[in-house]
């Protein structure tokens, strides 16, 4: 019997990664939902399910801060009744709606902002969409205007108000971001941010196979070129400088590509030339050892 049920659970995860290849989170999100329907409904503190988007702006907003306050983050499903665990499904229309005004009170509403990916999956018949808030990095993640106090925390399945106890722990917890983790622009669509960086480069300077289709996006947020946001991305700092087509396409870093100065004689009193690379570091560092070797002294 142990068994059969492994072979079932192997099958279902196994199932859930070959429709959902560029969602790593989906096949964890699924496991913890199954889990907590079964044998007696609870919910966990890593997941939430509702039957559909809570009129509640504000209750909304604190669960998203919980989660992003939560080891991991966390996951809100959506198409399951929150009283009796029973499977609803939501419709099309529904997940856009769903996934749309969320992903506007990650961004509008809470300090810093929370950036969601999402998932629709055929659930026993029935469409559940399910919505990923990773952890964040700085934290306590609280509402946008108010000071610290206003920050939510998972706990015993619940969303509940962090004391003052809590929010010293996820200061504690805290880290301050890394400026190659930080926005080289503003929201793109999935298509121009993958677009606007040299993938097929990258990934031959790393030695690996480029994935293909909806994948190619997640490998690249992996490898921290782009931060995902539900169907759209934001270019890193560090996707830019490295793996950039044209850096002026960046505005904050139009003026950081590498330049190459010849000058004459063994100072600096007379410049002969000078080229300003346009490509990321890791794309032109080739064509610019290149020319060094081939270009003769002055």
Not at 64 to 89: E, K, Q, W
Request: aromatic residues 6%; neutral net charge; hydrophobic residues 40%.
């Amino acid at each position: 019997m142990k068994r059969d049920e492994a072979n079932i659970l192997k099958y279902f995860n196994n199932l859930l990664l070959h429709l959902n290849p560029h969602k790593p989170w989906l096949e964890k999100a699924a496991s913890i939902l199954r889990h907590a329907l079964s044998p007696i409904p609870t919910e966990p503190n890593e997941l939430d399910w509702k039957s559909g988007l809570s009129p509640q702006k504000q209750r909304l907003t604190e669960h998203l801060s919980a989660f992003a306050n939560h080891p991991a983050g966390g996951f809100l499903v959506f198409g399951t009744d929150s009283s009796t665990a029973t499977i609803l499904g939501v419709s099309p229309n529904q997940a856009s709606d769903i996934t749309g005004r969320l992903a506007n009170l990650g961004r509008d509403a809470l300090e810093p902002p929370v950036t969601i990916d999402h998932a629709v999956m055929d659930w026993d018949g029935a469409s559940l969409l399910f919505v990923h808030i990773p952890e964040q990095p700085v934290k306590p993640v609280h509402l946008r205007g108010k000071d610290l106090q206003h920050a939510w925390i998972r706990s015993g399945g619940t969303t509940r108000k962090a004391s003052h106890q809590d929010i010293g722990a996820l200061m504690l917890n805290s880290r301050t971001p890394r400026w190659e983790n930080l926005r080289a622009c503003t929201r793109l669509s999935l298509d121009e941010a993958v677009e606007r960086l040299d993938a097929v480069a990258i990934a031959k300077l790393l030695q690996r196979p480029l994935p293909e289709g909806g994948a190619l996006a997640a490998w690249m947020a992996e490898e921290n070129l782009l931060e995902l946001d539900g169907d759209g991305a934001y270019v890193t700092n560090f996707g830019a400088i490295a793996a950039a087509r044209d850096l002026r396409q960046f505005e904050p870093l139009d003026r950081k590509g590498v330049r190459l100065i010849r000058y004459r004689g063994l100072n600096k009193v007379e410049t002969i030339e000078e080229q300003l690379g346009r490509k990321g570091y890791a794309l032109g560092l080739g064509g610019l050892v290149r020319q060094l070797k081939t270009d003769p002294s002055p």
